[in-house]
């Protein structure tokens, strides 16, 4: 905590203190009251100064709850938004294996329904954790009466924590399995969002619907059951303070009944009010102690799941590097490099070697799953390689500041993705240096990206809003923003993973002679699947089941790679290929 949470928590410990101390003393004006009643003072005159004095404690109190909440709340918010922030902070540091650990919908529960579980026990918890120990001990040093009546107090109070802890425990098994119930809910509705096309297209609705019911009617099972028994602290708590109240009345009265004398029947009857204030005030601050005890349980798993997040490890990890080595800018070379993925029983890629010198463009084809995107990810160093090296710049990736690593990169995914916001906020995504760009910059990558005509064509052109995921943009138009979206960067390299599948023949073509031009200095790495599209590339790989079946240019594996070979006959007329 800051400065000004500290100081607003200890102005909440202060006045906590003050609205337990005054409330306590309301008892005291009790039994002035009583004992004037019982001498017969009548007078409203002198009636009315304790009554006033309790009125004005009760002020008092109420003034100091209304506050020390408010200092509390503050707390809460402050604590629960750092701890946001370190949350969210841990998981955007996530690479694909860290990813692996968690779902994307466990991450979403674990920043929203655990921190809130959180906050809720901050804003709560805490105040019935320091108010009532300090009201209970303060109150039971001010009960003075029959040890009779004590040992009714403590004999309730025993009920109470036994059937308490036998309901506690019953509940607890059921807290981390509603937890984890909620992470498959979110799952599921996330599911259903992301791939609402394929639902539609294929009447899916019945079976999305049966597999959230499923979910939901289990949650629903599960919540019912753990709080079966906490629900039934509620109605027994009243059980017991009322039976207290009537056993402390009930022997205080058989007590007055059988003393001799009209003072120490007064007196005793005095003291028995008084006694039966505090002795209520205090079982109701072990009660409520009780009901934090009982929401612990949610509390810690709910810590533990944001603990666990925060704590994992990063398995990439920064180095010192910011620049490559020597006059080696725009050069990526594998030396043997292999890679299994965690748990996996092959490797994905085994002993690749290639060496691309700036300026080049080298092609990457193969069979579906035979490693083309995973070559991609080790050269931004979303997952490092098992065996060998990777270098950019003549130097060993893993020694790279990670983001003066994909500073260097202007990468288009297989899968287009576009954020909420503009046309413009996109494409100038992670601005190369971290500095924006002009709007004469955007509008130049637009143009090379071929994505400017239809831009122009938007209401509001490059401020046109953009629904979350580009959904209200075509898969043809999303491909070409984020091309755009590369471009803007004016990166060292490019790293294009089958990112011109959606573009029609006319388009790739025209965009890649534009992009030729744009970026000749620019070493460009491209993910392909038409032939006619990288067959002029200066470097041609052959992936199969994660082994190199071939490389160099088209004509020498038309030659000598059967699989270049046969992906190129499969596409294109005989006469095609034999003229290249």
């Not at 995921?469 to 091309?483: A, D, H, K, P, Y």
Request: charged content about 20%; aromatic content about 10%.
């Amino acid at each position: 905590m800051r400065g000004t949470e500290w100081i607003s928590f200890l102005i909440f410990l202060v006045l906590v203190y003050l609205q337990v101390f005054l409330s306590l003393k309301i008892p005291e004006y009790m039994s002035h009251i009583t004992e004037l009643m019982q001498k017969g003072i009548s007078e409203l005159t002198v009636l009315a100064v304790p009554a006033v004095k309790m009125l004005l404690l009760s002020i008092g109190s109420l003034a100091c709850a209304v506050i020390s909440g408010i200092c509390l709340s503050f707390v809460s918010a402050t604590i629960i938004t750092k701890m946001r922030e370190d949350l969210f902070s841990k998981i955007i540091s996530f690479n694909l294996v860290e990813m692996k650990s968690f779902s994307a919908s466990s991450l979403i529960t674990r920043c929203t329904n655990d921190l809130e579980q959180v906050r809720l026990f901050i804003s709560v918890g805490v105040q019935a954790i320091i108010q009532c120990p300090l009201t209970l001990i303060m109150a039971v040093s001010k009960m003075r009466g029959n040890a009779v009546w004590m040992g009714a107090v403590i004999a309730m109070a025993a009920i109470l924590l036994i059937v308490t802890a036998i309901l506690f425990s019953l509940s607890l098994s059921k807290t981390k399995k509603v937890q984890r119930l909620i992470d498959d809910a979110n799952r599921i509705m996330k599911e259903h969002l992301s791939g609402m096309r394929v639902v539609h297209a294929y009447n899916g609705y019945q079976y999305q619907r049966s597999q959230f019911d499923k979910t939901n009617s289990e949650l629903m099972r599960t919540n019912i059951s753990a709080t079966r028994y906490t629900g039934a602290l509620a109605p027994f708590f009243s059980m017991c303070v009322n039976s207290l109240t009537l056993i402390i009345y009930i022997l205080g009265s058989y007590m007055i009944y059988t003393m001799d004398g009209v003072l120490v029947r007064q007196a005793l009857f005095s003291d028995m009010v008084v006694f039966a204030s505090y002795a209520l005030q205090a079982f109701n601050a072990f009660a409520m102690i009780i009901v934090v005890l009982i929401a612990m349980p949610r509390l810690i798993i709910s810590l533990r799941r944001i603990i666990e997040v925060i704590d994992t490890e990063n398995e990439i990890k920064d180095g010192p590097a910011t620049a490559g080595c020597g006059d080696t800018f725009g050069t990526i070379e594998f030396q043997n490099v292999s890679f299994r993925y965690p748990d996996a029983s092959a490797d994905s890629l085994s002993d690749i070697s290639f060496s691309l010198r700036r300026g080049e463009t080298m092609a990457i084809i193969g069979p579906t799953g035979s490693g083309k995107t995973t070559l991609l990810n080790l050269i931004m160093r979303f997952y490092d390689a098992t065996d060998g090296t990777v270098y950019v710049d003549g130097r060993d990736v893993r020694d790279y500041n990670l983001w003066a690593l994909r500073d260097k990169i202007g990468y288009v995914p297989q899968k287009s993705f576009l954020f909420a916001g503009t046309i413009r906020t996109n494409i100038d995504y992670g601005a190369k240096g971290g500095l924006a760009s002009t709007i004469g910059e955007i509008k130049k990558a637009a143009e090379v990206g071929q994505s400017r005509e239809f831009i122009e064509q938007k209401e509001g052109k490059f401020d046109a809003r953009v629904e979350e995921g580009g959904s209200n943009f075509s898969g043809g138009q999303r491909q070409r923003l984020t091309i755009s979206r590369a471009i803007c960067r004016n990166p060292e390299f490019y790293l294009f993973d089958d990112s011109f599948s959606a573009l029609d023949f006319k388009t790739d073509s025209v965009l890649r002679n534009k992009l030729k031009e744009y970026a000749k200095y620019a070493t460009q790495v491209i993910v392909g699947q038409r032939i006619g599209s990288i067959m002029n590339a200066d470097l041609i790989l052959v992936l199969d089941k994660g082994r190199l079946a071939g490389k160099g240019k088209h004509e020498e594996l038309m030659e000598n790679c059967s699989v270049y070979r046969e992906i190129a006959l499969s596409q294109l007329l005989s006469e095609e290929v034999a003229n290249g």
